[in-house]
């Protein structure tokens, strides 16, 4: 099992351009997570979704916009990326109200 | 609102000085808290769960405890593999997210 995949692995955008980072999971978990990490501030929680067709927003959700057509993918998307979300990206998934599993992570920087 | 807090920030030990890194947290009713190990430049990979006050749980050189306010990750003579940020968690009511405290970095010289 794979686990938790995540791709890509690096970005470097420029300011106003946009992307998607994808997330898979073959754990046939329910809940998926998307977080940011960034120095001093730990992990915060971007969006999450309770199952699939489900999205919802979490601690830091401006800027970005998810989606989970299917249960094992969890999409981010940048619109218009802004400097402010350089940032390391990790995405998660879980049973209900059980641990959480966290892919490898997204590096992104926005010039 | 739930709050978890760790403590320290950092710690340095000597290869087999033995110590213990805290997680306090402040919640409407525990339901579950969990324990993370990080590595620079990878995801938080899953330790530990406790779930009731007086719960233990053993992993080679690792051992969590939980009381009603706060959960102990004791490190018995550790190794320099064992340096990392660790990480613990508390779900909320709804069980459909995690507040993290900020993470203990430990540093373990040979």
């Known amino acids: 099992n794979a686990g938790v995949t995540q791709t890509p692995k690096f970005r470097v955008l420029k300011t106003g351009q946009s992307m998607t980072l994808l997330c898979a999971q073959d754990?046939?978990?329910?809940?998926m997570y998307w977080y940011r990490q960034d120095p001093g501030m730990g992990l915060r929680l971007i969006h999450y979704?309770?199952?699939?067709?489900?999205?919802a927003k979490g601690e830091v959700p401006d800027g970005y916009n998810v989606s989970r057509l299917k249960k094992q993918n969890f999409l981010l998307g940048l619109e218009s990326a802004a400097p402010s979300q350089t940032s390391v990206y990790f995405c998660?998934?879980?049973?209900?109200?059980?641990?959480?599993?966290f892919g490898p992570g997204t590096r992104l920087t926005v010039l | 609102e739930d709050q978890v807090t760790q403590s320290p920030e950092a710690l340095r030990l000597q290869e087999g000085e033995s110590s213990s890194l805290n997680c306090s947290y402040t919640v409407s009713g525990l339901r579950g808290l969990f324990w993370y190990r990080q590595d620079p430049g990878k995801g938080p990979e899953f330790l530990f769960t406790?779930?009731?006050a007086g719960e233990e749980k053993e992993k080679e050189r690792l051992k969590a405890t939980l009381t009603k306010k706060e959960s102990f990750l004791h490190i018995t003579a550790p190794k320099p593999e064992d340096s990392a940020t660790y990480l613990c968690?508390?779900?909320?009511?709804?069980?459909?997210?995690?507040?993290f405290g900020g993470g203990t970095r430990l540093m373990v010289k040979p």
């Open positions: 968690a508390v779900p909320n009511n709804a069980g459909n997210m995690l507040t």
């Open positions: 406790l779930y009731s």
């Open positions: 998660a998934s879980s049973y209900p109200r059980n641990e959480q599993f």
């Open positions: 979704s309770v199952g699939e067709g489900t999205t």
């Open positions: 754990m046939n978990h329910e809940y």
